[in-house]
């Protein structure tokens, strides 16, 4: 475990690209899902939560989402207290603006179906 945490270190270290590719990619896509009307909370990390509130809601939307080829993971009771459901993201380095592109997309239409935005 502890080699693997090491060549990821050097990895990152050779590559300084990533982390600014990286930070980029998640402002565009923080920035797009709010521009929508979600609720990202208070984030300061790659992983961004979509605030849905009711456990059902954050899962039929994790299954549209799913069904528009896009896949997010629906964090719910007991996870998290019965009001704070949410659906994780998370943004990488190797995502292309056009793979945020369609995921914005995604959350546009799956989140306007279901009344989130």
């Known amino acids: 475990m502890v080699g693997a945490c090491i060549a990821a ?10 982390v600014k590719k990286l ?23 790659p992983i961004t939560p979509i605030m ?3 456990s059902r809601l954050a899962r039929k939307l994790a299954d549209g989402m ?6 997010v993971l629906p ?3 007991p996870m998290v207290a019965k009001d704070r ?3 994780r ?6 995502h ?12 546009d239409k799956a989140g306007k179906k279901l009344g989130v935005v």
């Open 75 to 77: 964090i719910v009771y």
């Open 23 to 45: 930070w980029a990619n998640t402002s565009y896509f923080k920035k797009g899902l709010q521009q929508l009307g979600f609720d990202t909370g208070q984030s300061q990390t």
């Open 89 to 94: 993201t998370i943004v990488t380095s190797a």
């Open 66 to 71: 799913f069904d528009l080829k896009v896949f």
């Open 9 to 18: 270190l050097k990895q990152v270290q050779r590559q300084p690209g990533l």
């Open 85 to 87: 459901a949410r659906i």
């Open 52 to 54: 849905v509130g009711d």
């Open 96 to 107: 292309s603006k056009r793979d945020l592109d369609f995921a914005l997309d995604a959350f």
